[in-house]
């Protein structure tokens, strides 16, 4: 990436000083969650964020519509868990009112889905992702702290009757918990349609236990599965900014795709930005500061004003997330906090 030498000649839109143009806006209607993964939080939780403190649906339609306004094209909700939040059937119509209108896609834990996956088809969702590590009821218990495993198969069910495809799968394997059946859970997946994506686990845990040596690692999930079919790499042409890398699974047309989030991260070609519940803005999922708007958007900030404010968080973004680098530090805020 080659840095643009000044903010005066800045690109319009929402622009970075790498060239990158955020189109993908991923928005965390709120905090909380009905599980307790152990990867993300503790056994009891953890303090959610005051009612207060979050967008109303109209002060989170107001600035998702600027960021459609200003270039982005597909608007994936987050939480914690979205479902969680009761007016969700109603942003998503309000989403789907925007001019242009965005794509519309959610994030899900999938417990609860099976009861309103109808209804936010009908309200404008187009797709949904499910997270689901393990297809193993006892696994899924003990990663979970949840018997919940039941009403996530059916909230899968329920969103591909409600056609809300390609309805994909999140998985994350872990040492020593759930890494011996990565296959297991890819072959359940292809015999019921659903398109698998295994993502490297990264350091967003409540705990900050996360411990690289720990990580199963995209080559890893790439030779099990290859020792029980042929994966054919898509053409890298075809990926785009697309975090995952794509294979056809015997030669096709299921496809299964890995994210090497933090072996191999696809930075350079990001064009992701977010809004949390709290009205933060935040340029990467890594980032250690964000942007206040919720305070200016209640103080009476006009719409240019805002959009100043979200234009200058992008153009802050750092070339890459560091992971890897010695004076790297995990973010304060958790996933649940931040929004996946």
Same mark, same amino acid.
């Given at each position: 990436?080659?840095?643009?030498?000044?903010?005066?000649?800045?690109?319009?839109?929402?622009?970075?000083?790498?060239?990158?143009?955020?189109?993908?806006?991923?928005?965390?209607?709120?905090?909380?969650?009905?599980?307790?993964?152990?990867?993300?939080?503790?056994?009891?939780?953890?303090?959610?964020?005051?009612?207060?403190?979050?967008?109303?649906?109209?002060?989170?339609?107001?600035?998702?519509?600027?960021?459609?306004?200003?270039?982005?094209?597909?608007?994936?909700?987050?939480?914690?868990?979205?479902?969680?939040?009761?007016?969700?059937?109603?942003?998503?119509?309000?989403?789907?009112?925007?001019?242009?209108?965005?794509?519309?896609?959610?994030?899900?834990?999938?417990?609860?889905?099976?009861?309103?996956?109808?209804?936010?088809?009908?309200?404008?969702?187009?797709?949904?992702?499910?997270?689901?590590?393990?297809?193993?009821?006892?696994?899924?218990? &003990? %990663?979970?702290? =949840?018997?919940? #495993?039941?009403?996530?198969? +059916?909230?899968? *069910?329920?969103?591909?009757? $409600?056609?809300?495809?390609?309805?994909?799968?999140?998985?994350?394997?872990?040492?020593?918990?759930?890494?011996?059946?990565?296959?297991?859970?890819?072959?359940?997946?292809?015999?019921?349609?659903?398109?698998?994506?295994?993502?490297?686990?990264?350091?967003?845990?409540?705990?900050?236990?996360?411990?690289?040596?720990?990580?199963?690692?995209?080559?890893?999930?790439?030779? &099990? %599965?290859?020792? =029980?079919?042929? #994966?054919?790499?898509?053409? +890298?042409?075809? *990926?785009?900014?697309?975090? $995952?890398?794509?294979?056809?699974?015997?030669?096709?047309?299921?496809?299964?795709?890995?994210?090497?989030?933090?072996?191999?991260?696809?930075?350079?070609?990001?064009?992701?930005?977010?809004?949390?519940?709290?009205?933060?803005?935040?340029?990467?999922?890594?980032?250690?500061?964000?942007?206040?708007?919720?305070?200016?958007?209640?103080?009476?900030?006009?719409?240019?004003?805002? %959009?100043?404010?979200?234009?200058?968080?992008?153009?802050?973004?750092?070339?890459?997330?560091?992971?890897?680098?010695?004076?790297?530090?995990?973010?304060?805020?958790?996933?649940?906090?931040?929004?996946?």
């Amino acid at each position: 990436m080659t840095r643009l030498p000044d903010p005066s000649v800045r690109p319009a839109g929402l622009a970075d000083q790498f060239g990158r143009v955020a189109r993908d806006l991923r928005v965390s209607v709120t905090d909380r969650c009905n599980l307790r993964c152990t990867y993300c939080m503790p056994a009891e939780g953890l303090p959610w964020m005051p009612r207060a403190e979050m967008l109303t649906d109209e002060e989170m339609l107001r600035i998702i519509g600027l960021f459609v306004r200003d270039g982005v094209t597909q608007v994936r909700l987050t939480g914690g868990e979205p479902l969680l939040r009761r007016s969700l059937v109603d942003l998503v119509a309000g989403i789907a009112a925007l001019e242009p209108r965005p794509k519309i896609a959610m994030t899900t834990n999938g417990v609860g889905l099976e009861r309103v996956a109808r209804g936010l088809k009908e309200a404008g969702l187009d797709r949904v992702n499910v997270s689901l590590d393990t297809i193993d009821s006892q696994t899924f218990t &003990q %990663l979970t702290r =949840r018997d919940r #495993l039941a009403d996530v198969e +059916a909230g899968l *069910r329920a969103a591909s009757d $409600a056609g809300l495809t390609p309805v994909k799968v999140n998985a994350v394997a872990m040492r020593g918990i759930n890494d011996d059946s990565v296959a297991d859970v890819l072959a359940w997946c292809l015999e019921r349609g659903y398109e698998l994506r295994f993502i490297e686990q990264m350091p967003l845990d409540a705990q900050h236990a996360w411990d690289r040596s720990d990580m199963i690692t995209a080559d890893e999930i790439r030779s &099990q %599965l290859s020792d =029980r079919w042929e #994966l054919t790499p898509l053409p +890298a042409a075809d *990926r785009g900014s697309a975090p $995952a890398e794509r294979f056809l699974v015997d030669g096709g047309p299921a496809t299964v795709g890995i994210i090497a989030s933090v072996s191999a991260p696809f930075c350079a070609a990001c064009d992701r930005t977010r809004l949390t519940a709290d009205g933060q803005v935040r340029n990467c999922l890594f980032s250690n500061t964000e942007t206040d708007l919720r305070g200016p958007l209640r103080e009476g900030a006009t719409d240019e004003e805002l %959009l100043a404010l979200m234009r200058g968080e992008m153009w802050r973004k750092r070339r890459g997330h560091g992971i890897g680098d010695p004076d790297f530090v995990q973010p304060d805020r958790p996933m649940s906090a931040i929004g996946g």
